[in-house]
T-cell receptor, first 115, second 113 residues
Framework: AQSVTQLGSHVSVSEGALVLLRCNYSSSVPPYLFWYVQYPNQGLQLLLKYTTGATLVKGINGFEAEFKKSETSFHLTKPSAHMSDAAEYFCAVRKVTGGGNKLTFGTGTQLKVEL | EPEVTQTPSHQVTQMGQEVILRCVPISNHLYFYWYRQILGQKVEFLVSFYNNEISEKSEIFDDQFSVERPDGSNFTLKIRSTKLEDSAMYFC???????????FGSGTRLTVV
């Protein structure tokens, strides 16, 4: 079964600094990968996804992620953090075939942005 | 931008009571899901629904749970006899297909007392 591991349940950065949120997946075949953001008391918003093609994926709000098959990773980055980026971020995986299309989520990383 | 709509946003119910959580998925989407998030924990898959039937369910989705798409637009999750441990945020999601992103609703916070 596929799974994702998010290293670091809490990450704190200064405003303007690089944001790096780590995600490693486990799957017998390369999966589809997603990053979602959850602001307080809100639902899950899709930031970006990797399905096929270019391994560097750009998403909303200046975020991007790179699929690295050799490292089984899909880390999320943003060059310059903004206060509005403070939220919880979830990495999720889906098997390419079968599996009922369900998403399996990581445990989440709470991003704090400080002045 | 099209949205997945969930109602109510917050529901408080007595233990043992039945609750129905409602969702209106995006109109051209074909796959529908329920997930839940217990406070402070990760988002967990409950059930997926396609072509008017359950395509997959988790071990959490026992006989107390059921889903229905009664009229071609609404997608409901029913919990027959709620337990304290059912208290969670329940999210509905839909997607056009496997290569597309999943659109989530803003959730229903269920509190069982």
């Amino acid at each position: 079964a596929q799974s994702v591991t998010q290293l670091g349940s809490h990450v704190s950065v200064s405003e303007g600094a690089l944001v790096l949120l780590r995600c490693n997946y486990s799957s017998s075949v390369p999966p589809y990968l997603f990053w979602y953001v959850q602001y307080p008391n809100q639902g899950l918003q899709l930031l970006l996804k990797y399905t096929t093609g270019a391994t560097l994926v750009k998403g909303i709000n200046g975020f991007e992620a790179e699929f690295k098959k050799s490292e089984t990773s899909f880390h999320l980055t943003k060059p310059s953090a903004h206060m509005s980026d403070a939220a919880e971020y979830f990495c999720a995986v889906r098997k390419v075939t079968g599996g009922g299309n369900k998403l399996t989520f990581g445990t989440g990383t709470q991003l704090k942005v400080e002045l | 931008e099209p949205e997945v709509t969930q109602t109510p946003s917050h529901q408080v119910t007595q233990m043992g009571q039945e609750v129905i959580l409602r969702c209106v998925p995006i109109s051209n989407h074909l796959y529908f899901y329920w997930y839940r998030q217990i406070l402070g924990q990760k988002v967990e898959f409950l059930v997926s629904f396609y072509n008017n039937e359950i395509s997959e369910k988790s071990e959490i989705f026992d006989d107390q749970f059921s889903v229905e798409r009664p009229d071609g637009s609404n997608f409901t999750l029913k919990i027959r006899s709620t337990k304290l441990e059912d208290s969670a945020m329940y999210f509905c999601a839909s997607t056009e297909g496997s290569v597309y992103g999943y659109t989530f609703g803003s959730g229903t916070r269920l509190t069982v007392v």
